[in-house]
């Protein structure tokens, strides 16, 4: 079965995997649907305030408080509304831009006095008519509300309360905004006396996430009736605007505003608020205001908070700073940061801006983790996140944006670690192939090793001993060695008893080296054999001998082989030599005290260079006292680990001074060992053989 295709197809899935992937996560980014993508983007937003949380500058608001010193000095919570009537006089007398109360007073005072009355044990009747004829406390409460420009609020609920809420006037530019806003169905408002005396109407809802309030909204909506928050309230009171601006476009509310300040918001109206250090400087005590202890212009112009810290009046939220603080407080801190055009917002094409971040993080590691080592990446990555952080710290710090930098570094890791993890199982599953292949490796080249091994005894086993093959013949001395480049060679050499008078021998060089030399080199040696053994030569004709192995070997040639040879015949009674030589090396004539020469006869061409060529025989008389010396180019070719050349000169040169008492066992030593000692462990060049004759006379 073909497994090319389904290799292909599992691969081209391997390729498109990641990139589709990555698609799937940006959309799921822009819808929302990231898991912990809000928590980790809370968190960032959450560190930037930490790192660099706002300063407090212009100080435009300060907070009447009801502190555990105010419960201790006048008494525990509620107050009575007489006692609250004096407080909003006593602010009112020390001219405030505006007043707004953090709380709601949505039941009527039992401590007023026709209330009071009821409680009184056997009253006379006309004293209860009289004194329910006193205005109540609540009246009283209305009274100084008029007075004043106070904003109260309202808290928005879903079960429950009022469903109608008086309202400020609103200007709408854009479509109507109250599908877009926070709703509520119903809310809990204050008395009606209390809620037509104030000068204006806002809401007090904020939402907290896991105890931490990070955003309220500047308008909600109540049932049908939009209501601006205490903080944008309160400006419009201070300001003296008669609405206020709500902005729409393209389905967001783009921003709110009163007379000469907008601001913008989310889009869906609400303000992410940015907080500063809690800080005491913003309190002043209710109970150090009514005692008349607090300097006249202490309020002048102020936005006033009337608001709880006292413990078990009100819980304590936190902030984005991790500080808890009475909820009063988030809202000074929001009029604060309105007041100092010092807001933060997190516009509403971030999402896209984000995704375009992650699209460009996601194909960079894609198509560069591929190509880098791990030394340029690492570095790389870490960069890469580096300039992140600070990117989306920096526009936080001077842009006052909100930009998610976290799900885009975020991604940008997750990516990085599992393309990092895919590479190491990648890695090991190719190491465990790999090392399966080199298991299969070496377990063929021992099997091919094992071969070459017996190619090689046999290859050597086909080449005569000379130890072993003339010892019953004292005229003739004789040596020969052969040594393959490699397992096995190309390089043949062969001797043999003709008759009983003379000498067969020959030295023969395939071209190359190697298994195909080697298998040459057999068919070369065994023809030469069978030729001269097979041919009649009695008149010596060494060069018809020559020219039929010629032609047997060039009949089956198909790979164009060649091999060298020299081939001679010594007549052990007189000395005569007759040889033949085609394409081989000259052998040298050594002896005692002479310089060597090479041997005459000019030669032919290799074998298998021509298929018919006549071959030249040469005759020479060896005395008792010469050594013929026949090598091949594995001698004179051979090079040391400096690519030096060994040659001729230096292989005569070598053989200049033989002893005397010499054999041709000493002299193919001396020659052999003076090659070795050039080369010095350099890997062969070529195969090497040496043979060396010397013919010994009877009387020798």
Same mark, same amino acid.
């Given at each position: ?41 809370? /968190? ?19 907070? $009447? ?22 407080? $909003?006089?006593?602010?009112?007398? +020390? ?64 079960? !429950? ?48 996430? %896991?105890? $931490?309030? &990070? &955003? ?12 601006? *928050?205490?903080?944008?309230?309160? #400006? ?10 709500? =902005?729409? %476009? ?11 300040? /907008? ?18 400087? &913003? ?15 202490? #309020? ?6 009337? !608001? ?41 094409? *971030?999402?896209? $801006? ?7 993080? !996601? ?78 490796? &070496? ?12 190619? =090689? ?32 060679? !190309?390089?043949?050499?062969?001797? /043999? ?23 040459? +080199? ?24 020559? %020219? ?67 071959? =030249? ?30 040659? =001729?000169?230096?292989? +005569? ?40 004759? %010397? ?6």
């Amino acid at each position: 079965m073909d497994r090319r295709p389904l290799s292909r197809f599992i691969s081209l899935r391997r390729g498109w995997a990641a990139p589709l992937g990555l698609v799937v996560l940006i959309a799921l980014h822009l819808v929302g649907a990231v898991p912990f993508q809000e928590t980790l983007r809370t /968190f960032s937003f959450d560190l930037y305030q930490i790192l660099s949380p706002r300063e407090r500058v212009s100080a435009p608001v300060v907070i $009447v408080d009801i502190d555990e010193s105010s419960l201790q000095s006048l008494g525990q919570w509620p107050w009575p509304r007489s006692l609250m009537a004096q407080l $909003v006089e006593r602010i009112h007398a +020390m001219e405030p831009a505006a007043v707004a109360f953090d709380i709601i007073m949505p039941e009527a005072d039992r401590t007023s006095p026709c209330q009071s009355a009821q409680y009184i044990p056997n009253i006379d009747q006309k004293l209860a008519k009289a004194i329910c004829r006193l205005p109540s406390n609540d009246t009283l409460l209305a009274e100084k509300l008029k007075q004043s420009r106070v904003v109260l609020g309202v808290a928005g609920v879903d079960d !429950g309360g009022s469903d109608s809420v008086n309202a400020p006037p609103m200007h709408a530019v854009g479509e109507d905004p109250k599908r877009l806003l926070r709703h509520f169905t119903h809310a809990l408002t204050n008395l009606p006396e209390l809620e037509q005396a104030a000068s204006g109407h806002a809401i007090l809802s904020a939402d907290i996430e %896991r105890g $931490v309030v &990070r &955003r309220v909204p500047l308008i909600a909506a109540i049932g049908e009736t939009v209501l601006p *928050s205490l903080s944008l309230e309160s #400006l419009r009171i201070a300001s003296g605007s008669p609405n206020f601006l709500v =902005k729409t %476009r393209q389905d967001r509310v783009e921003g709110v505003g009163v007379e000469g300040l /907008f601001i913008p918001t989310q889009e869906d109206g609400t303000l992410m608020v940015h907080y500063s250090h809690h800080d005491p400087a &913003r309190f002043l005590s209710a109970a150090s205001v009514l005692k008349g202890e607090v300097d006249s212009d202490a #309020l002048r112009q102020k936005l006033v908070l009337v !608001g709880f810290s006292g413990l078990g009046l009100v819980d304590f939220p936190s902030t984005a700073l991790g500080e808890r603080v009475p909820g009063v407080e988030i809202h000074a801190q929001v009029m604060e940061s309105i007041f100092d055009q010092d807001t933060l917002l997190r516009p509403y094409w *971030s999402l896209w $801006v984000e995704g375009t971040a992650m699209m460009a993080l !996601g194909l960079a590691i894609l198509w560069g983790f591929p190509r880098m080592k791990a030394t340029v990446l690492v570095p790389i990555v870490a960069s890469v996140i580096v300039a992140l952080a600070l990117t989306g710290f920096m526009l936080y710090r001077y842009q006052h944006w909100l930009i998610d930098v976290a799900s885009p570094m975020f991604l940008f890791v997750v990516m990085f670690g599992a393309m990092l993890a895919d590479s190491l199982i990648r890695e090991e599953l190719q190491l465990k192939a790999l090392e399966q292949d080199l298991q299969r490796q &070496r377990e063929q080249a021992a099997k091919v090793h094992g071969e070459m091994e017996a190619a =090689k005894r046999f290859q050597m086993g086909i080449l005569p001993d000379y130890r072993e093959t003339f010892t019953n013949e004292p005229r003739l001395d004789i040596a020969a060695r052969m040594e393959p480049a490699k397992m096995v060679g !190309g390089d043949l050499y062969d001797f /043999f008893m003709l008759d009983e008078h003379r000498v067969f021998f020959s030295v023969g060089d395939v071209c190359g080296k190697g298994v195909p030399a080697s298998l040459f +080199m057999v068919i070369s040696k065994t023809l030469c054999k069978s030729v001269a053994l097979r041919d009649d030569l009695h008149y010596m004709n060494l060069g018809k001998l020559m %020219r039929h192995a010629n032609q047997e070997i060039s009949r089956d040639n198909p790979e164009m082989l060649f091999v060298t040879a020299f081939i001679g015949l010594l007549d052990l009674r007189t000395g005569e030599l007759i040889y033949c030589n085609a394409g081989h090396e000259p052998p040298l004539l050594l002896a005692p005290g002479c310089r060597p020469q090479e041997l005459d006869g000019a030669g032919g061409p290799p074998i298998s260079i021509m298929d018919d060529y006549d071959y =030249k025989t040469h005759k020479y008389i060896l005395s008792s006292e010469e050594f013929l010396c026949i090598f091949t180019d594995g001698a004179t070719e051979a090079f040391n680990p400096a690519q030096e050349e060994y040659g =001729k000169e230096r292989l +005569m040169q070598g053989l200049d001074d033989i002893p005397p008492q010499a054999t041709s066992e000493t002299v193919m030593n001396l020659a052999w060992n003076n090659v070795s000692a050039f080369t010095d462990g350099a890997e062969p060049s070529d195969d090497l053989t040496m043979m060396v004759i %010397r013919w010994r006379s009877s009387r020798t």
